[in-house]
Nanobody
Framework: QVHVVESGGGLVQAGGSLRLSCTASGSIRSINAMAWYRQAPGKQRELAAV???????NYADSVKGRFTISGDNAKNTVYLQMNGLKPEDTAVYYCNIVESYHNYWGQGTQVTVSS
């Protein structure tokens, strides 16, 4: 079993920055990918950014150029640096870890951007 814990959410004004962190622990053999999803009120959960074990990363068009995903394999940790935040970035952000091709989710962390 893999346990996933996020931190770093909060309230920020438009144009501000936040850094989310997510650490996986437990029975970890091989992490295939680490990702951040987000779910705004009344909307479906969507992928914000993903980083693969080989080092490549993909971003949703809505966050490209503003968000940066990075990983620390030694610590089984993934970060999401969010700059130039907009009110439409307000959502619960969920960390997703793909370990040995199984999906594990964190409990989510709230990000609120005020205008």
């Amino acid at each position: 079993q893999v346990h996933v814990v996020e931190s770093g959410g909060g309230l920020v004004q438009a144009g501000g920055s936040l850094r989310l962190s997510c650490t996986a622990s437990g029975s970890i053999r091989s992490i295939n990918a680490m990702a951040w999803y987000r779910q705004a009120p009344g909307k479906q959960r969507e992928l914000a950014a993903v980083i693969f074990s080989g080092g490549g990363a993909n971003y949703a068009d809505s966050v490209k150029g503003r968000f940066t995903i990075s990983g620390d394999n030694a610590k089984n940790t993934v970060y999401l640096q969010m700059n130039g935040l907009k009110p439409e970035d307000t959502a619960v952000y969920y960390c997703n870890i793909v370990e040995s091709y199984h999906n594990y989710w964190g409990q989510g962390t709230q990000v609120t951007v005020s205008s």
